[in-house]
């Protein structure tokens, strides 16, 4: 039989009209990317229906359609009796299990590893990653840093930020698998898990980071919130628990009945770090497990990259490899881009830039960067239009008192009034029209202003999500490149020599 020939009451499960049986080339959910040979799955979101294109993707080439309109459905099935129409109770099911058996069902010939938390998904999965690859287990990974095989960063679109739409996740496994890799590691964000995208995968491992407020404009509340991230660990062989994190441990160690282990700071955890000193090259802590101690220094910096090294040596252990091989790749570990990075422009000063966009992410910074020895701290605060606004004033209440100078700025405004975002972020300082505070609309104009405030032996801390490639302003993504930024900015101001190539940035990872 044709390979490209597929069942589809094999997998799914609803309503059949037309042939059972189709040729499937590969899922596609956008009626413009359809092709010949493909299948249409019709997703209802908040601004468009996709049952109102079905005549698009029929032209297109599309001759499997499915959806849950039944209505809409049954208008097609007359004009064309030689397509496959389903009607589902659930589009987004449909569409994670229809792109998991077109791309032959590649996560079952890979260990998955899957990684959720309010914070620290990228760094987890960064070190994961990176530990992983050292072990000689060829792995790739998916989420905010981009779509890696076990050597490079791909060229694959991403559809969201994190966690892709299913048929890409299940595209980039598949090219995982044909390149006779062994493992996948992938950012598992509460969004993803309540749209179903990673349904048909269960993970070897998950891993749990924390919980703290975040993507309650999409979830609503805390309790919904928490209930996603859950769903990911019912998917789940064996977990890595954070308990130190009192959002969510508890459910986890109350609920999660296969293999676990634990991590943090604790005295009752599988892995515990003591002894946590700050140096200049990282930090150096003991690591205590099954009875053993362990002298670490690790490239990392801050309480919370101890922790999340942890929970990366926790997954790796749960994948069978033993402690003393997993720590031989610890001070070689690699990091992503934009997460505690060290930017090296020859200025006088230290430029540090942080993906920190949470109160609780830029508490931990804070944190980290105190540890450092600097004269003056000058840091670079967000808010954001695309997210829930309730969390801009705590930005500002987490950092005034601790830095000398604040700046205070908008990242991915969409559709929401830029100046409305500054306002929102100054209500949380208790005195907004300090001095030491200067409110710039600009993401760009705002870095400026924060090196512009620098002296020699100060450090200037830039956070926020600057490291997406992209603004969203209104509807589009706008290209946006931080580090460009930066570079202008000693260009035009004559503060540093020529730049050089961008490899001498210096990642230090969150």
Sequence with gaps: ?????????????????????????????????????????????????????????????????????????????????????????????????????????????????????????????AFIYSLLNHLECRTGSIGTAGIWDDQQKTTFKQTVPTTPEAPDIQRVLRYFRERDMQAAVIESTSIAMEQKRLDTILFDVAVHTNLTPEHLEFHKTMEAYKTAKMKLFRQAKAAVINVDDPGMSGDLLREFSGKRLTYGMNDEADLRAEDVQPHLQGTSFRLRAFGETHEIMAPVYGLYNVSNLMAAIGACLLLGFPLKRILTGVDKIKRPEGRF??????????????????????????????????????????????????????????????????????????????????????????????????????????????????????????????FGGYQIIGDVKVPYDELAVIDEYFQRSGHAKVIEQRNKVQTIDR
């Excluded at 200025?347 to 804070?366: G, M, N, R």
Aim: hydrophobic share 40%; charged share 25%; net charge negative.
């Design 1 to 125: 039989m044709n390979k490209n020939i597929f069942r589809l009451d094999d997998i799914l499960t609803g309503t059949f009209i037309g042939p059972v049986e189709q040729r499937i080339v590969d899922v596609v959910y956008d009626s413009r990317e359809v092709k010949d040979g493909d299948a249409f799955v019709c997703i209802a979101g908040e601004h468009l229906d996709g049952h109102r294109y079905i005549k698009q993707a029929i032209s297109n080439g599309a001759r499997t359609i499915i959806g849950t309109d039944a209505g809409e459905i049954h208008t097609y099935v007359h004009d064309y009796p030689y397509h496959s129409f389903v009607i589902v109770e659930d589009s987004r099911e449909a569409l994670a299990w229809m792109a998991a058996a077109v791309c032959g069902n590649p996560a079952r010939s890979l260990h998955t590893i899957g990684v959720t938390g309010t914070n620290g998904k990228t760094t987890v999965s």
């Design 341 to 466: 990075q060290l930017v090296d422009r020859e200025a006088p000063y230290q430029i540090v830039t942080d993906y920190a966009h949470t109160p609780d992410a830029l508490e931990k910074v804070l944190g980290a960067v105190e540890g450092l020895p600097y004269r003056r701290l000058i840091v670079m605060i967000t808010g954001i239009g695309l997210r829930d606004p309730k969390k801009r004033p705590l930005m500002a209440s987490v950092v005034e008192g601790r830095a000398d100078e604040i700046v205070v700025s908008v990242d991915q405004p969409g559709h929401v009034d830029r100046r409305s975002i500054v306002d929102d972020v100054l209500a949380g300082f208790r005195q907004p029209d300090a001095p030491t505070i200067h409110p710039m609309l600009h993401r760009e104009d705002g870095i400026h202003k924060a090196l512009d405030l620098a002296k020699p032996g100060d450090v200037v801390l830039l956070t926020g999500i600057g």
